[in-house]
C-alpha cells in the first residue's frame, strides 16, 4: 500500500508518533541517529549499574552481536546455521592466541578475530550454497561438535583444558574496567547492528531477501546466488567472530567448555524466540541467554527439583523454547510485538497502518524491521 | 598392517551402527522429507530407559526389548504432536523443530536419569576373537551388531518389498496425493515412518551403549556421523544408507586410529563438504530437477 507520496511505506512510517518526529529518510541517518540515542541510554544505565550487572550487560551485547548475524543470515538470508556458536570460537581463539603469542593492540587482535572467523565463514559458505536447509543444518552441525576438538587436540598451540589466558583492556584514566570492557562490547553492539541494518536496506539486503523467497527467480533475475549465500555467510560469521572475541575478554579465558554444540542450539533458540529477520529480536534473544542459568537454578531451587535438574533445565527450557516457538509464534518474540501494535494501531482509525486481516507472518516470510540500534 | 586390519574391522562395525541410525533418517525423509536431528536422542532416551530396567534386574532380552518398543512408541507420538502440524509450513520450521528435541531429550534425560556416566552390560563377550595366532579387534559382541544391523536391513527390505504395507509405503512417499486417493491413509503411514525410524535408532543406540560409558550426549557424534553416511547414500536409499555407514564408518576408523579420535569429525565435515560439493544427491540416487 504505498503512501501519499508514492513512497512504499516502512514499517516506521507506519508508527505515527515516529512520522511525527521527522526522522531523516536517509537510512544511515536515521540508523546512526537510533544508535546515538541507544549509547547515551546505555551510558545513563552502566553508569548506575554494579560491576557484576555490567559484565552481564557486556555479555547481552555480545551474544546481541552473534545472535543478529545469526538472524540476518537465517531470517532474511533463509539459511539455517549451528555453526555460530564454532565460529563464535574461531574469534575468541583467535584472540587468545594472538595475545598470548604477540603484543599487538587489543584493538587488532579483535579486527583479526573477526576477519579470521569471517574467511572460515566464506570457507564453509561456499559448499553451504548448494544446500538446502537440513543438509546445511547437518552440516554445520558437525562444524560445532569438529572445530573445539582442533583445540583439544593441538593443546600446545590452544592451551588444553586450561585454555588461553586473556587480559581485559585496559581503561584510561579511572574508568572502572568492567564499566570500560562493557562500554567497548555495546559500542560494538550499535556498531554492528548500523552496519547490518544498513545492509539489510541496500541492495545486498535485497539480494538476500530474493534469494530467500526463490533462488530460481533471484537467479533469473541476474541475482548471483551462490555469491549472495557466501556473504550472508561471511557476514554472520563474522559476528560471531567479534562476539566470541568478546565473550574472551568478558570471562578472561579461552577454552572449549565455553563452545560445545549447546552454545550454537542456544544461539538457534535465542534468534527464533526474538524473531527471525530482525535485528530487535536479538535484544530479547541475548537477555534470555544470559540469564537463563539464573533463572532455571532458582526455579529448581525453589521446587526442591535436585541439582540433576538444576543443570540440565536450561536444556529442556531451550528444547522447549524451540519447538513452542516454531508450532505457535514462528516470528518470535519481536514478530509479535510488531504485529500486536500494528493490530491495536489499525483498530485507531486515520492511521497509517493498513487495516486488513493479515496474519501473523512465518518465518521465512518475515518482513525485516530494519529500525536498527536499541 | 596389524592396525590396518583391526582398523578396518572396527570401522565396520562402527558403520554398520551408523547406518543403522541413517537407515532411520532414510526412513522419515522418504516418509515426510525431514531430517530428524532428534534421531540420536531418541535413542540415547530408550537406552536409558533400557539401563533403568537392567539396574531393576530385569532380564536383558526383555530390556532390550522394552526399549525397542518404547522407540516404537515414542516415534509415532512424536510425529503426531510435533510433526504433523508442521505439514506446509517452511522447510526451516521442521529442522529447528527436531533441534529442539534434541535438546529437549537430552535434557530430560540428564534430569531424569543423572548427568553422570553410565555402563551397559554387553550381551556378549568384547573380548577380541583369537585367529591362528593372531587376536583381532572384532569380538562376539562385533558378531552380533553386524548380526542385528543386518536382520534390520534385510527387514526393511523384506517390508518395502514383499508386503503390502511397504508398497502402501513407498506408495505415500513417492505420490501422496495418488496414494490418498486410492485408499491408503498416508497420515498413518507416515506415523509408522517415524516409528520404525525411531526402533532402527533405538537398537544402534542398544548397540552402542556397551562400548562406550555413556552419559546423555553418547549418540552426538554419531547422529552426525549418520547424518554423514545418510547424505553420502543420497538420503532417501536404504542401501545407499547401507554403503553410506560403511564407508563412513571405515574412513573414521582410520582418522581415528592414524590421525588421533579427536580428528574423527572433522574427517566426517570433511567427507560431507566432498560430497555435497561434488555431487549434493549422494552416491545412490538422482538429482532432483530444478523446477521453476
Known sequence: MPSPDGRTPTRLSGVPWLRWLRLPRQPLLRHLLFGAVAA???????????????????EIALYVIALAGLSLLTGTNGQISLGQGAFMAVGAYTLGVLTTHTHWPMAVDVLAAIVLSGALGVVVGIPATRLKGPYLAGMTLILALALPRIADKYTAFFGGDQGLTVNAPTPPGTIDPQRWLTWIQLAGAIIVLILLANLTRSRFGRSFRAVRDDEIAAGLAG?????????????????????GAFLGLSIGVVNTGEFS????????????????????????????IVFMPGWSNSIANSFSLGSAVAANLSLVIF?????????????????????????????VPGIGQPRGSRGPPDIATTPDITTGGG | ??????????????????????????????????????????????TYLAVTLLDRHLNYWLAFAAALVAGLIMGAVIETILIRPLRGKPALNPVIVTLGLFILLEGMAGSIFGIGNRSFPPA??????????????????????????VVLMLGTLALFRATSLGLRMRAAAFAPEVARLLGVRVGRILTLGWALAAVAGSLA??????????????????????????????LDSPVGALVGGLVTGLALSYVGGYLGSSLEPLGALAILMVVLSARPEGLFSRPEPRRV
Open chain 1, 40 to 58: 547515551v541510554g546505555f551510558y545513563l544505565l552502566t553508569s548506575s549499574l554494579s560491576a557484576f550487572n555490567n559484565f552481564r550487560v557486556g
Open chain 2, 1 to 46: 598392517m596389524s592396525l590396518f586390519i583391526n582398523l578396518s574391522l572396527n570401522g565396520i562395525t562402527n558403520g554398520m551402527i551408523f547406518a543403522a541410525v541413517a537407515l532411520g533418517l532414510v526412513f522419515i525423509w522418504r516418509a515426510t522429507h525431514i531430517v530428524n536431528f532428534g534421531q540420536g536422542s531418541m535413542a540415547m532416551f530408550t
Open chain 1, 223 to 243: 541475482i548471483h546466488v551462490a555469491r549472495t549465500k557466501v556473504l550472508a555467510f561471511t557476514v554472520a560469521a563474522s559476528c560471531a567472530g567479534l562476539a
Open chain 2, 205 to 234: 543406540g542398544l548397540l552402542v551403549a556397551p562400548t562406550v560409558s555413556f552419559s546423555p550426549n553418547f549418540m552426538d557424534l554419531v547422529l552426525v556421523y549418520a547424518f554423514t553416511a545418510a547424505v553420502l547414500g543420497g
Open chain 1, 319 to 347: 528444547g522447549l523454547v524451540l519447538i513452542v516457538v516454531m508450532m505457535a509464534v514462528p516470528m518470535g518474540i519481536q514478530g509479535g510485538v510488531s504485529w500486536l501494535v500494528g493490530r491495536a494501531l489499525s483498530l
Open chain 1, 261 to 288: 554444540l549447546t552454545l550454537s542450539i542456544y544461539l538457534l533458540a535465542g534468534m527464533v524466540l526474538g524473531g527471525a529477520g530482525t535485528l530487535v529480536g536479538p535484544w530479547w534473544g541475548a537477555i534470555v
Open chain 2, 124 to 149: 556378549f563377550s568384547q573380548a577380541g576373537l583369537t585367529f591362528g595366532h593372531t587376536k583381532v579387534a572384532f569380538s562376539h559382541f562385533d558378531v552380533f551388531i553386524l548380526a542385528a544391523v
